[in-house]
């Protein structure tokens, strides 16, 4: 049967049935940008994370985030020109966290794949119809 965690992820409506062959149910659209959804998978196993990066290999748009399983920490993920972006994150957060180690000094890797993950996260949600929360450099106030 395999480890099992909650997922759930916003992809476009048109691509709700990929998700849907995966055991991901609709779970609302209330307040989203037209055509977009949001699923759940609420026993995925393994977090659907081999299928999922299958899914954004093929191109499909998304992001989302799954709980710890009994194996693997919790992360957030985005799917965005064919890649798919996934780092650890704290429970109830939408945000990566990073390891600081005991000397005081964070995970340079995890630092760049948490930055490649927020820009993935940026893109796929402009695609998806979301507002852009994110400042292009060089234009901060």
Request: hydrophobic content about 40%; proline content about 6%; some cysteine.
């Amino acid at each position: 049967m395999g480890d099992r965690a909650y997922v759930e992820i916003v992809c476009r409506e048109e691509d709700e049935p990929l998700f849907e062959a995966l055991g991901f149910m609709e779970e609302f659209r209330r307040g989203l940008p037209a055509s977009v959804v949001t699923l759940v998978d609420a026993e995925a196993p393994d977090g659907n994370s081999s299928e999922l990066q299958a899914l954004a290999e093929n191109g499909i748009v998304f992001r989302g985030w799954h709980d710890a399983g009994g194996a693997y920490d919790g992360a957030c993920f985005a799917s965005v020109g064919g890649k798919y972006h996934e780092v650890p994150r704290l429970n109830h957060s939408d945000l990566p966290c990073i390891e600081v180690h005991v000397d005081g000094t964070i995970d340079a890797d995890q630092l760049l794949a948490a930055c490649g993950y927020l820009k993935a996260s940026e893109r796929a949600g402009e695609m998806l119809g979301f507002p852009a929360g994110i400042e292009p450099e060089g234009e901060a106030p």
